[in-house]
């Protein structure tokens, strides 16, 4: 890593990218506003009907309210976010949500029961990454706009697929029940794209925060809504700003040109204990750290290959140095605290054992492979531990180093042989991750949908179904069964070695208070921050 000097560092940021605030050398940030100092290179849309990344998941989550929610005030709660209530059919099959009154777009519109029916279908129709959350419902571009429908001030939505009403309602508090006005989104309308052009860019939404500005490895800047319908949030201008280099992080903070910053290391963190300006605190998160192996390079298709990969890393070397407090070791494609979870480490670094197996395989002298890595911290370090430590058996890993969005733009089109990632939850359910890690009933290059699975073709089929039948079980105890079989053939089998999940460090000035983030870049609200 090249880290920048002081002085390009305070170039840097001499051009503030919000209104109302010409940035001053070593000044601190207006008390009307919070800066963030943080990695956001993996943002590619904002248009909540494509944005699947994590920065982008935490950004629509403020900007954009959706029919259901996980509010900050009680995570662990479903209610109402557009919707004021919702019933459910008794086969299950049918959803009806009444519209909040007196709801405002940040145009100034009211938020209709139409605008909610145009959301949904719209999702389905532009048919962006993101739309398998909701097609599996069994809406298609033919069948949305008979299955959902507005009337009056409810949304009538009917599901042809067999899954449990939980997990129905977990998916309306996804990203994808974002409530866009659809007035805004079709007066910016290009061949027929619903706005999408536009939308990755700009807004048009009710939540607590109005979309500015984003300029791309810049910053992203929100402005508050004061007729938020929980009440104005505590700031009036929030600005994240892409700072990939933790020592640059840490600069910004102890300056006071930042207010938090949130991907220091542990040898960053660790000199700020002294300072009784800056408090570091740690929440647990929900993201899975992990490698996804390309089926369709010859080596990674072989099932002992595989095996002896996913014990040539140094997990808890790793963990117990330059990760030390940030992450810890789950080898499992859900991660703990969701329904269904359970703690499983069954590798460890093993050469010897991992040089039989290649031997088994064929590959007696190992062979040389590709990885695509972001070319940052944590990253930076974990590729290079891999590199070492597969080399051990032979393996020649080649790192290339790249954007987090170029390293994701590969594994979308499975041309990677090993990408190097991370995977955040979509919503409250342990479908969430099956669906991505699992689901695969297409393994041709155009399928509907594109999960992880498809993206390393990987295609069991028999798998699928005992995903799907996860899905649909009503018996609590029994669904939570299957999914403790399923981690346990996903982690043995399938083309994923799967590390860590994290613990989010989240270091702040002390004078600024209320940011809480959840488990999930989607349950991270701005909204409640305050400076004293």
Same mark, same amino acid.
């Given at each position: ?27 601190? /940030? ?20 494509? *944005? ?8 629509? +989550?403020? /900007? ?29 099959? =049918? ?39 909701? +097609? ?17 001030? =409810? ?69 508050? %809504? ?34 938090? !910053? ?17 408090? /570091? ?6 993201? +899975? ?62 050469? &010897? ?21 972001? %070319? !940052? ?11 070492? =430590? ?15 969005? &170029? ?56 798998? +699928? ?5 996860? !899905? ?37 000035? !002390?004078? =600024? ?10 349950? *991270? ?8």
């Amino acid at each position: 890593m090249t880290e920048i000097t002081r002085r390009l560092l305070l170039a840097g940021t001499a051009a503030a990218p919000f209104a109302g605030w010409r940035h001053v050398v070593d000044a601190a /940030v207006p008390k009307d506003t919070v800066v963030f100092a943080k990695q956001i290179d993996d943002l590619i849309s904002l248009d909540p009907g494509e *944005s699947y990344e994590i920065s982008g998941g935490e950004i629509a +989550t403020n /900007v954009y309210d959706r029919l259901l929610r996980f509010e900050a005030e009680d995570l662990s709660k479903l209610v109402g976010g557009v919707a004021e209530s919702w019933t459910v059919s008794p086969d299950g099959k =049918t959803f009806t949500f009444k519209i909040r009154p007196n709801l405002k777009f940040h145009s100034g519109a009211p938020v209709t029961a139409e605008d909610v029916e145009f959301s949904l279908q719209r999702v389905v129709m532009i048919a962006k990454t993101p739309a398998f959350l909701i +097609t599996q419902l069994g809406w298609t571009k033919d069948t949305v706009k008979d299955l959902v429908k507005a009337s009056g001030d =409810t949304v009538t939505a009917k599901i042809t697929a067999d899954l449990a009403p939980s997990l129905v309602l977990s998916l309306m508090t996804s990203i994808v029940a974002s409530v866009v006005e659809k007035k805004v989104a079709l007066a910016h309308e290009t061949n027929g794209d619903y706005g999408n052009g536009w939308l990755k860019t700009n807004s048009a939404a009710s939540g607590a925060f109005k979309l500015v500005s984003w300029k791309a490895n810049e910053s992203v800047t929100l402005e508050a %809504n004061p007729n938020f319908r929980l009440g104005a949030p505590g700031m009036k201008r929030v600005v994240i700003r892409h700072v990939p280099e933790p020592a640059s992080q840490r600069l910004l903070l102890e300056k006071a040109d930042a207010d938090f !910053a949130r991907d220091l290391t542990p040898d960053q963190i660790k000199p700020l204990a002294g300072n009784p300006d800056i408090k /570091v605190e740690s929440f647990k998160a929900a993201n +899975t750290f992990y490698m996804g192996l390309n089926l369709g390079y010859e080596p990674l298709a072989n099932p002992k290959v595989r095996q002896a990969m996913k014990l040539l890393v140094d997990y808890d070397g790793m963990v117990k140095s330059f990760l030390a407090g940030r992450f810890f070791v789950q080898q499992s494609f859900l991660p703990l605290g969701y329904f269904g979870a359970i703690a499983l480490t069954p590798y460890k670094l093993d050469v &010897a054992k991992a040089k039989a197996l290649l031997a088994e395989a064929g590959f007696p002298d190992g062979f040389a492979v590709k990885m695509a890595a972001p %070319n !940052a911290p944590p990253w930076t370090e974990i590729s290079q531990s891999v590199q070492q =430590t597969m080399g051990q058996a032979g393996i020649k890993v080649s790192i290339e180093p790249m954007e987090l969005k &170029a390293v994701i733009g590969q594994y979308r089109a499975r041309s990677h042989q090993i990408a190097m990632l991370s995977w955040g939850p979509d919503y409250f359910d342990p479908h969430t991750n099956a669906d991505s890690f699992v689901h695969n009933d297409d393994n041709s290059d155009n399928p509907k949908i594109k999960p992880i699975a498809w993206r390393n073709r990987w295609f069991i089929p028999e798998i +699928t179904k005992d995903m799907l039948a996860a !899905a649909r079980e009503l018996d609590t105890a029994k669904r939570a069964e299957q999914y403790a079989v399923l981690q346990k053939k996903v982690t043995e089998e399938g083309p994923y070695i799967f590390m860590f999940q994290n613990n989010i460090q989240v270091a702040r000035r !002390a004078t =600024t208070t209320g940011y809480t983030p959840g488990p999930s870049g989607d349950l *991270s609200y701005f909204r409640k921050i305050k400076k004293s």
